[in-house]
């Protein structure tokens, strides 16, 4: 832009820059930029998601940020880590708006694969954890880890990250890449960052787009009765059972719920807890209606 100022020889150019954004299908071609940009010394930053992007994917890419210079994001909605049944066909999607949020964050390059390119004909490797994936989550949705550790083992392999960085409320699922990092020797730091909510404490999540107003209303208690838990346990409660019977009274309360699991236990090995002694791991998963929604706060006694 040019700006004239009256009869004057004064000339001001402002320069308007709109970064553009990569957006890369294959795995080939992720590979080679990768791999240009670590040999130009840039520190690779990654964000994997499945899309739909919200608040709290966003505040993924800005803790990215700070760790790197290249921040690349995945959006790939995987197939391996949906059961039978499950939303996978359903799970909500629009490219173009993600593409948008994502270019304004700053990010570097976008990869979103076709199915087809992640899982080519004949696919039969995948990487399977021993323990974690027997808690929580796990026991309902029983391939569901497998398929997250395949897919992060393959987008690690394909995006070549120093640094990749995961949210807090998929709680497990941190865990189990923290664990995968260090059991496959992968040389990636891997970051968790804070649980980001809506205003009254629902959790975003891309599957709250499915809930109706009355099922937004009954989604919230996910969020009380962990901070009903939380007000228990910091004025003397030690008995986990009574914080699970509370939290449950609380969420049946509510129409169309149905509790899938709510849990009291170790942080780290996620073995339930009865005495609460130490900080554990309050977490638990809700339908409602048809939406499963996941919650967890960490309790100090
Ligand atoms: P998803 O697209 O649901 O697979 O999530 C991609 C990443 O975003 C995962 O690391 C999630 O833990 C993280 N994430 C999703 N929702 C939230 C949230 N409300 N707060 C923080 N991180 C989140």
Redesign the pocket.
């Known amino acids: 832009m040019t700006f004239h100022h009256c009869c004057s020889t004064f000339t001001l150019q402002i320069k308007i820059e709109v970064r553009a954004i990569e957006i890369i299908h294959t795995a080939k071609e992720m590979q080679a930029r990768s791999d240009r940009n670590r040999r130009e010394g840039k520190t690779i930053v990654f964000?994997?998601?499945?899309?739909?992007?919200?608040?709290?994917?966003l505040?993924?890419m800005r803790t990215g940020l700070r760790h790197g210079d290249d921040l690349v994001v995945s959006i790939f909605v995987n197939p391996t880590q949906f059961g039978p049944g499950e939303d996978l066909d359903a799970y909500p999607r629009d490219m173009d708006r993600d593409l948008e949020l994502a270019r304004k964050e700053g990010v570097a390059a976008v990869f979103a694969p076709h199915a087809k390119e992640i899982y080519s004909r004949g696919y039969q490797t995948y990487v399977a954890l021993k323990k974690l994936p027997g808690h929580l989550c796990g026991i309902s949705r029983p391939i569901h880890f497998r398929g997250v550790a395949t897919v992060c083992t393959k987008l690690f392999n394909i995006v070549k990250p120093h640094v990749a960085?995961?949210?807090?409320?998929?709680y497990q699922?941190?865990l189990v890449i923290r664990r995968m990092v260090q059991d496959l020797n992968f040389d990636i730091t891997i970051i968790g960052?804070?649980?980001?909510?809506e205003s009254d404490g629902l959790?975003?999540?891309?599957r709250n787009t499915y809930l109706t107003p009355e099922q937004r209303i009954s989604a919230l208690t996910l969020y009380t009765s962990l901070q009903n838990a939380r007000g228990r346990v910091e004025s003397g409660e030690k008995d986990a059972a009574e914080i699970i019977a509370a939290a449950s009274e609380l969420i049946m309360s509510r129409p169309e719920t149905a509790i899938d699991y709510i849990a009291v236990c170790d942080p780290e090995t996620l073995d339930d807890v009865t005495t609460i002694e130490q900080p554990v791991l309050m977490a638990l998963a809700v339908k409602v209606g048809t939406t499963r929604l996941i919650d967890n706060m960490i309790l100090t006694p």
């Open positions: 964000v994997p998601t499945m899309g739909y992007l919200h608040e709290g994917h505040s993924l960085v995961f949210g807090r409320k998929d699922q941190l960052a804070p649980i980001v909510r959790a975003m999540s891309s």
